[in-house]
């Protein structure tokens, strides 16, 4: 049974920062793409960032790109979202995601989701 479990979320004033942490269980890790959308509310799911199972290749939206770093620790299981910079409309509940695929931003195309962490930016 795939567990995706996220922590990290709060309360952050603007230009302030986060670090978001996925702790993923019942999967092989390594194989898997692992990333992060978000959903504020009133709006759809969208794509945040991903990451390859080596680590080495990362894919941003725009929106977050220079500001957001995601890694992940393959030895513990663990992928991260560092989130610099936030602004109010950073204001979502995150998600972590698992798939065996790079290079979708859909979230129809993940197979796995976590159950979400609050991200609230104070302006």
């Known amino acids: 049974q795939v567990q995706l479990v996220e922590s990290g979320g709060g309360l952050v004033q603007a230009g302030g920062s986060l670090r978001l942490t996925c702790a993923a269980s019942?999967?092989?890790?390594?194989?898997?793409?692992m990333g992060w959308f978000r959903q504020a509310p009133g709006k759809e799911r969208e794509f945040v960032a991903a990451v390859i199972g080596s680590g080495r290749v990362t894919d941003y939206a725009d929106s977050v790109k220079g500001r957001f770093t995601v890694s992940r620790y393959n030895a513990k299981n663990t992928v991260y979202l560092q989130t610099n910079s936030l602004k109010s409309e950073d204001t979502a509940v995150y998600y972590c995601?698992?798939?065996?695929?790079?290079?979708?931003?859909?979230?129809?195309?993940?197979?796995?989701w976590g159950q979400g962490t609050q991200v609230t930016v104070s302006s």
């Open positions: 995601v698992a798939d065996p695929v790079f290079g979708r931003r859909g979230p129809t195309a993940y197979k796995y």
């Open positions: 019942g999967l092989a890790f390594s194989n898997y793409v």
